[in-house]
């Protein structure tokens, strides 16, 4: 890869398992601004999810001491066929659990299985968010709506998107075009990097994206 330094860099991480431990660890190394979206059930007990297991409440306290947390929701299953009084209950509990659990404000949500549209960001401005995360890939800035936050590369996964690519290369690809105005937003699920064993390739991105 290319070497490439001075770009912005951001970026967030879904769904609240162990595996974003390790994923708080690299991104205070890398001094990476990081938000964590946490789906609010993963507070009522101990189901495994792949390989990693749910964060404890413990645990989620230790991490909202060093990163702002947003919501992924209650379920974190796709939206855009409930009702409204169903989303409602999806977006207005999050909030108000992470905010008693983290004592932080919790403004910023991750939409769960692309459910954005515009009653969902309607809604969300109803319920005091400012902002929201797509699952969008291939963009270089965060977009002009704070309502549909566009990311650059998901790690961990080798999206139909990238053509036929895997995600190093794609990210590769994007950090050819990127320039000194460039956001380069990174998310994804820290549980399928801890599965595909993908931390290495992760770290040796940071150090290019980074400038170490
Ligand atoms: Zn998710």
């Not at 969902?120 to 319920?127: F, H, S």
């Not at 797509?134 to 936050?149: A, K, M, V, Y």
Request: hydrophobic letters at 35%.
């Amino acid at each position: 890869m290319k070497e490439k330094v001075n770009l912005k860099v951001i970026a967030s991480w879904d769904d609240g398992t162990t595996a974003d431990l390790k994923m708080a660890e690299m991104m205070l190394k890398y001094d990476i601004p990081t938000i964590f979206y946490w789906p609010s059930y993963i507070s009522r007990g101990n189901e495994l999810a792949m390989t990693s297991s749910w964060l404890s409440e413990k645990q989620c306290k230790e991490i909202a001491s060093r990163f702002e947390i947003g919501s992924h929701s209650v379920n974190d299953i796709s939206m855009k066929k409930m009702q409204i009084a169903q989303i409602s209950r999806e977006i207005n509990d999050s909030k108000k659990h992470w905010q008693d659990v983290t004592g932080q404000p919790i403004n910023s949500f991750a939409y769960p299985k692309n459910s954005m549209n515009p009653l969902m960001k309607a809604l969300l401005k109803g319920a005091g968010y400012t902002s929201a995360r797509t699952s969008l890939t291939g963009f270089l800035n965060n977009g002009t709506d704070p309502f549909e936050i566009k990311c650059t590369v998901q790690i961990g996964i080798d999206r139909i998107d990238y053509k036929n690519k895997c995600w190093e290369l794609f990210a590769e690809e994007m950090i050819a075009k990127a320039n000194e105005d460039s956001v380069f937003h990174i998310f994804g699920n820290p549980w399928d990097i801890e599965t595909f064993g993908d931390w290495e390739n992760l770290e040796n991105l940071l150090k290019i994206l980074t400038g170490r």
